[in-house]
């Protein structure tokens, strides 16, 4: 997670309140900060789930992938971190969705989109990434430049423009994301084979391919955040874990498949791990956050804010 | 005769469904009971909410003149409320053999095969059950809600996909069968139910649209234009 | 229980006491742990294999045994033995609190809250590392480990002793898995995995039945990391990651879910094969995943599993 410390508080004796100010503000801006990245990530592997009742374990190494290749080709494009984002923003979504899609077609087709074989399979998948990250890349954590610099100056402190960047790509592409899935035929394909896959094959819907697709989207739409996220973050091929398992908590707590839902869960999961890591302690924050997901799993299955099955 | 079971105000619904509408329902010791009525009358969902595989919106059960309204499903099999799944629900791969065992509650071990013999399909009862013809499979069905020995036997369409054959068997089974439990039968065959059924109800849209003897529900005009008319 | 199942079970506990006259010093020391890891595998095995629940968190109850074990000799001054209980007896308690919470998700929901539980579970033995000291780990002294059992000083250090006392273990927990998967209990936990709905409605309690089936497993998971506590002095946090709670999955899978002996030979098997592979790479998750893929694909029901369908169809 990225590091979440004030870069200097401030120097004032005044009034306790006052002088919390500053640190509320900054814990709500990280926050918001956190919750655009964890509904970023998050998105692909509700799709996913949404459309294909799977869940796909190697989520966070399509993540840490994406991230790494932003490192690679900002070190291999000349002409400055600018230049390297823009291509990375197109190369990685590419690189990691040819991926998903050999994987959709060697592994998942062929166990036929078991939940709990997909799992395993997805587990297996996962440790192969890594380690083949680990031959590639090495062992050591990478530092991708931001692509331009502006700081935003506060009274008590200054805050990354690109940060700010963040959030705002974040809202556009789960815009984007939802204006397909509510507006496009192409959404109402998804949501009738989500509805149940017999109705749709009688429909004359492709099944597999549209499961395909959606496997790559989902792929191509984590791989987007990584290359967005990878400059406040650090790359490194561990780094998969921790948006795999916000991703989880995120998707469940926000009802599994609902995008709304995961947007919300996001927000309010992105507010308090930023308050509370501030003024406790980031694991806390975890500990906080995994423990409410199996909380709500268990006694609202729905997600928080989804509607029962039916 | 005793009352064996009784329901009072039973409902269900299913969002605004009403799949079952307030059905006060009684069935005597030693009835054979045939439920029938159209497609989505709510039959299935009525034994289920009997059998406690779902709860009801309201209303209560009595068993035995104790409310079993509360109690979970396995509890009212224990008491002896045995329930054949309209969809065939057996071990499919496990052994004939070992699903009668699962069934006395005796797994793994030496159970008796005569429920097996009853249906006769005391035969193949080192096959596993996956690999059984579709109506060996129903009368599969049947031989595991025999071997629970149960008080009340519901069946639901257990005829489904049997052939002539098979279908005479039943009947003379379920004959059998009627001298020491209830039997609770839901079907589409008019002629077998005219011929096994002391008392018909008759579901319609989750209410009851008549009670009677088989003469009596022949002669109703509401079922017929319900029910019979069109069958 | 027939007689061949005895003799099979027998000669492989016989093999292993034997094989420690023959082995090397490092062989024994592998297959020390092997056996202790298999205990872990075989309680795993309870769950997943017969009972059909795929937890992805058996990582917590390992650590609890682990931790408690550990804790219990450093920090509370408990002897080996009465540490040993007291693990046991949180191993059990854990697993009965988790379990009746777990089990009431279903599918892919009860994978994703028994991971959940046990990364939160993991996230804590960071968060209390001034107690659990984090990744470096709790080293138990030597001095700390020797006891006395009947009047007769141990000395846990002995590689000799302390294989035999693993092989004890292991015999115990075969033993212990052929009976309940033999009795009543082991059978409707087969008729779960085969139809959870049908079992209810033949009247078993099934929530009980899988309760039970997650607190013997827990337990023997519980039991397993004491052992591995106090048999390599040892406790430290990598043994409550993730990657804990898949490798008893990994090697169920490998050995054949549902066979009484598959989850050891799984363990041996994946060990020797990591063994094997490190000597010419050190990817040696790249071969865990693999294993796992391809078992997937085209081994579902793994050695034994296999074996006991295409030959040997009294196997337990
Ligand atoms: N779980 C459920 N959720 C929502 N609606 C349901 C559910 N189960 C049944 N229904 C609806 O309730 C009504 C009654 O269904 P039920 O299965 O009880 O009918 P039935 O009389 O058994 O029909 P059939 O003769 O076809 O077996 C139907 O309209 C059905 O669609
Ligand atoms: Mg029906």
Known sequence: MAGRRPGHPFSSRTASLLAFFPHLLLAILEGTVAAAVLALSALGLSLVFGVMRVVNVAHGEFFMLGAMLAWWIAKMVPGGPAIGFVAALVVAPLAVGALAFITERLLLRRINYDPEATIVATIGLMFVIQQLALSMFGADAKAVSAPFTYRIALPWFGFSGYKLFVVVASILILLGVWWVLAKTKWGLVMRVTQFDRETATAFGIPVTQVYSAVFVAGAALVAVAAVLIVPIQQAHYLMGLDPLLMSFIVVIIGGLGSIKGSVIAAVIIGLSDGIISMFFSPTLASIIATLAVALVLVFRPQGLFGVPAR | MTVLLETRGLSKNFGGLKAVSDVNFRIERGEVRAVIGPNGAGKTTFVSLISGRIAPSAGTILFEGADVTALPAFRRVQRGIAYTFQITSIYANLSVAENVALAAHQPGGKA????????????????????????????????????????????????????????????????????????????????????LAHRITVLDRGMILADGTPEDIRANAAVQAAYLGTG | MTARIVMLHGAVILALFLLQFVASDYAVLTITRIMV?????????????????????????????????????????????????????????????????????????????????????????????????????????????????????????????????????LALAIVLCLVVVRSKIGHVLVAIRENENRTAMLGYDVKRYKLIAFVLSGSFAAFSGAAYALLFAYAGSTLASIQYSINPLLWTLLGGAATVLGPVLGTALMFLLVDFASGFTSASLLFVGVVLILLVLFFPKGILGTIRQRWLRWLP
């Open chain 2, 112 to 195: 008796s095969l005569y429920p097996l013999e009853r249906v006769g399909l005391a035969d193949r009862a080192s096959q596993i059950a996956g690999t059984l013809a579709y109506g060996h499979q129903r009368l599969l069905e049947v031989a595991m809600g025999l071997a629970l020995k149960p008080k009340l036997l519901i069946l639901d369409e257990p005829t489904q996909g049997l052939s002539d054959a098979e279908i005479d068997n039943f009947i003379t089974l379920v004959r059998e069968v009627a001298k020491n439990a209830t039997v609770l039968l839901i079907e589409h065959n008019m002629p077998l139910v005219m011929e």
């Open chain 3, 37 to 169: 890891l298999a205990i872990y595998a075989l309680g795993y095995n309870i769950l997943f294999g017969y009972a059909g629940l795929l937890s992805l968190g058996h990582a917590m109850f390992f650590a609890t045994g682990l931790y408690a074990a550990a804790l219990g000799v450093t920090r509370l001054g408990l002897a080996v033995p009465e540490a040993f209980v007291f693990a046991l007896v949180c191993g059990i308690i854990v697993s009965v609190v988790i379990g009746l919470v777990a089990l009431r998700a279903t599918g892919v929901a009860f994978m994703i809250v028994t991971l959940m539980f046990s990364q939160a579970a993991f996230l804590a033995v960071l968060y209390f590392g001034d107690i659990t000291r984090g990744d470096e780990g709790i080293v138990i002294k030597d001095d700390q480990r020797n006891f006395s059992l009947f009047g007769d000083a141990v000395n846990l250090a002995d590689p000799v002793l302390r294989y035999n006392i693993a092989l004890a273990f």
